[in-house]
């Protein structure tokens, strides 16, 4: 069973904008806070943003005030709003639930972010 879908990735400028969505099964959503990890080439995977099931949000200090991450309840999905991309912020992005500071679910395909200089 597929637990999480992420998409919306893909080939943007420096200072660009993308939204990228992930549908969770509702087992993993209804219950979790959710985040949003990336995974740079040869680093770890890190966690950029986390919004709780009522809704309170936080951010990494590297996405703050850039990103946005919000959650519709109606439709087990996720969202992360990227704007004034940077270089930097090229990894494959992940989403995942979160309890007791861990993740939850299956790791997804995760969707690949390029930001070109």
């Known amino acids: 069973q597929v637990q999480l879908v992420e998409s919306g990735g893909g080939l943007v400028q420096a200072g660009g904008s993308l939204r990228l969505s992930c549908a969770a099964s509702?087992?993993?959503?209804?219950?979790?806070?959710m985040g949003w990890y990336r995974q740079a080439p040869g680093k770890q995977r890190q966690l950029v943003a986390v919004i709780t099931s009522g809704g309170s949000t936080n951010y990494g200090e590297s996405v703050k005030g850039r990103f946005t991450i919000s959650r519709d309840n109606a439709k087990n999905t996720v969202y992360l709003q990227m704007n004034s991309l940077k270089p930097e912020d090229t990894a494959v992005y992940f989403c995942?639930?979160?309890?007791?500071?861990?993740?939850?679910?299956?790791w997804g395909q995760g969707t690949q972010v390029t930001v070109s200089s």
């Open positions: 509702r087992s993993i959503f209804s219950l979790n806070a």
């Open positions: 995942n639930g979160i309890a007791n500071g861990l993740a939850v679910g299956s």
